[in-house]
């Protein structure tokens, strides 16, 4: 699997705070630097967002790229709306984007509009689809579902993102536009996040990718505040979304759009494995449709955006007041299908064989009542049970386990002494029986 | 028996939160073993019931889980009043549950009947005044996980 979250390796210190918040697990440090488990990451960007050092980021392309093409089209996501303090004019912001070089803006927003009301129409009509739809628009909580709740994925939503929407209809109106063959034109989406990039270069639910680059949203908006400083004024009419799909940006969005329906709207990645835990037992009470945004306040929270998102979601709900209703007329679900299934990329599997899964879970369940339950971290893995787990699946050791060091240095030196040359949380005389429910 | 897991769990009685932690544990592991989605719900919703029974009605107790190649065993067993009429306990919607804990959203009545229609096997073992033994076995299916 491919990801567009890195690591400096020269400046990660090899703290572990991102192990810590690492809502998959995926993080481990080794010799001072953290190392990210591939098939565990879901992009969803909270090891960039905790990082005390910085040192982890959104892999972005530089803005060069569309230099590349000889027509360039940009993509802003919705969340882009609300970065500017200064302005509400979304007519303004978007002849800005021409100023800055491209030739042509399709808004995010717009295509978000016509899958709202696709969304509609399936909830409405079609009855082979599982209760409550998912909502399938955040990237990360696609691969999350994708990867540890299976039994959900047939609940997704059969249709894809708004900005894969959005760059498809924008290639062939500037292909119409420049007269150019489509493979000249150059799509370039605005993104809030890791996740997004990452899905514009590895789609999930298409056959090929739709856009050309990915450009940080941080990125443009600083180069963005100038260039909207030479847009004559008035600007031309440029946008075409309404509060519906402006909305889109802040968590709860998708939820307004469809104001008749029962709907649970849930944000931070946290909060979303525990209600999709629920939904999987059978716990959740009936709801018609569930919006999961991965980001805290929705994609207005999303790690490349340069406004707080408190004050970017305050923007966003004041201009789905402001701004007046599209006149984007619904068109079939079908024109937003999928083109390919979802494929259960399972990351939590001890082994293949079931009785080697077996044998390895017992180990490991024997190994994390030897070891202290202190989930200290040292180790570098995110709790006592990962590191059994870590052993057990031959990247981790023993000995990495700071108590199990002090075990063999009182064999060697043969005395109680070495209890002082752990830290002060470490210190203690006997160790303490563990039960089943810590350290989990 | 040879590849043989055993955990156990204490439930504590003042703590309706505290409730569904053996559940989730077991959900993991069984996940990691490469059980399919079905066999782990039902052992999630077993043991979620037999918790929350646990906590409403008895003060807590203790939650033993045993996994081998065959399926899952659960013992739960407490030290609170026991059942009188197991039969009627065991009836759709009898429950003797205060209108406090109705208020929460527990005390249905489901838990018991549910308990014996997602399990394969279900024993109870109870003393009036000594208090409740649940075992609880779900099987694999043929052929152990399937992957799923
Ligand atoms: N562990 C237990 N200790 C004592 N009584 C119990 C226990 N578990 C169940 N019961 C009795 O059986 C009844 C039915 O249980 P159940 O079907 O789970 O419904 P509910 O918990 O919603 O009341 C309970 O109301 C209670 O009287
Ligand atoms: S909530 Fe939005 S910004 Fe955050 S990861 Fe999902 S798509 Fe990206
Ligand atoms: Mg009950």
């Known amino acids: 699997m491919k990801h567009s979250v890195t690591l400096d390796k020269e400046r990660c210190r090899g703290c572990t705070t991102c192990v810590k918040h690492c809502p998959t697990e995926a993080i481990r440090v080794r010799r001072g630097r953290a ?5 565990r990451c879901i992009d969803c960007g909270e090891c960039i967002r905790v990082c005390p050092n910085k040192m982890k980021k959104a892999v972005c392309d530089p803005f060069d790229i569309i230099n590349n093409y000889k027509y360039k089209v940009a993509l802003p996501d919705q969340s ?7 302005t509400g004019d979304l ?3 978007l002849a800005g984007l021409l100023e800055m070089g491209f030739d042509m803006v399709a808004e995010v927003a717009e295509a978000a509009e016509y899958i709202s009301m696709a969304v509609r129409e399936l909830l409405e009509k079609n009855d082979d689809l599982p209760r409550p739809l998912i909502s399938s628009a955040c990237p990360a909580v696609v691969r999350l579902i994708c990867m540890r709740f299976p039994k959900l994925m047939p609940h997704l939503v059969p249709l894809i993102a708004p900005f894969e929407a959005a760059a498809i209809k924008s290639r062939k109106l500037a292909s119409e536009a420049s007269g150019l063959p489509p493979e000249e034109i150059g799509i370039f989406l605005i993104s809030p996040c890791a996740a997004k990039a990452t899905a514009t270069r590895y789609p999930m639910s298409l056959e090929n990718k739709v856009v050309d680059g990915v450009l940080s949203m941080t990125d443009v908006y600083k180069e963005l505040l100038s260039a909207m400083k ?14 519906i799909g402006v909305g889109w940006a802040r968590a709860g969005g998708e939820m307004y759009a469809l104001p008749d329906k029962k709907c649970i709207a849930v944000d931070g990645i946290e909060n979303i494995i525990r209600i999709l835990e629920d939904l999987e037992d059978g716990m959740l009470p009936p709801v018609d449709f569930l919006e999961l945004d991965a980001c805290n306040q929705g994609c207005v929270g999303g790690v490349l955006t340069a406004e707080n998102p408190y004050v970017a979601r305050a923007k966003i709900a004041m201009l789905t007041k402001q701004i007046p209703e599209s006149e984007n007329k619904a068109m079939s679900p079908e024109k937003f299908a999928m083109q390919m299934e979802l494929v259960h990329a399972p990351a939590w599997k001890l082994d293949d064989d079931f009785l080697e899964a077996l044998k390895k879970a017992a180990r490991i369940e024997e190994l994390r009542k030897q070891l202290p339950g202190l989930n200290c971290g040292s180790c ?3 709790s006592c049970r990962a590191l059994a787990e870590d052993i057990v699946l031959g990247i981790g050791n023993e000995n990495d386990c700071i108590f199990r060091l002090r075990e063999k240095m009182q064999n060697i030196a043969g005395s109680e002494k070495a209890d002082d040359y752990l830290p002060p949380p470490f210190r203690r005389g006997k160790k303490r029986e563990v039960h089943d429910d810590e350290s989990q | 028996m040879s590849a043989a897991i055993h955990l156990s769990y204490k439930v504590d009685g003042s703590d309706f939160t505290g409730a569904g ?8 592991i069984l996940r990691e073993i490469g059980v399919d989605m079905d066999t782990i719900r039902r052992c999630a919703i077993c043991m979620y019931e037999g918790e929350i029974n646990m906590v409403i009605h008895a003060n807590g107790g203790t939650a033993d889980v045993y996994i081998d190649t065959e399926g899952v065993k659960m013992v739960l067993k407490d030290n609170g009043p026991g059942i009188a009429d197991v039969e009627q306990a065991m009836q759709e919607g009898f429950s003797t549950a205060k209108e406090g804990v109705r208020d929460l959203g527990f005390g249905a009545g489901m838990g ?21 033994k649940v075992t609880l076995i779900v099987r694999f299916p043929k052929g152990g996980g399937d992957g799923a």
């Open chain 1, 91 to 93: 007519n303004l912001i």
């Open chain 1, 35 to 39: 190392h990210i488990i591939e098939e």
């Open chain 1, 380 to 382: 570098g893995a995110p």
């Open chain 2, 112 to 132: 018991l009947p549910n308990m014996k229609k997602y399990s394969d096997e279900m024993l109870i073992d109870t003393e009036v005044g000594k208090g409740t």
């Open chain 2, 21 to 28: 932690t053996a559940s989730a544990a077991i959900k993991r």
């Open chain 1, 230 to 243: 030479n847009v004559k004024d008035p600007p031309p009419k440029l946008a075409r979304s309404g509060p």
């Open chain 1, 80 to 86: 882009l709306y609300g970065q500017f303090r200064n």
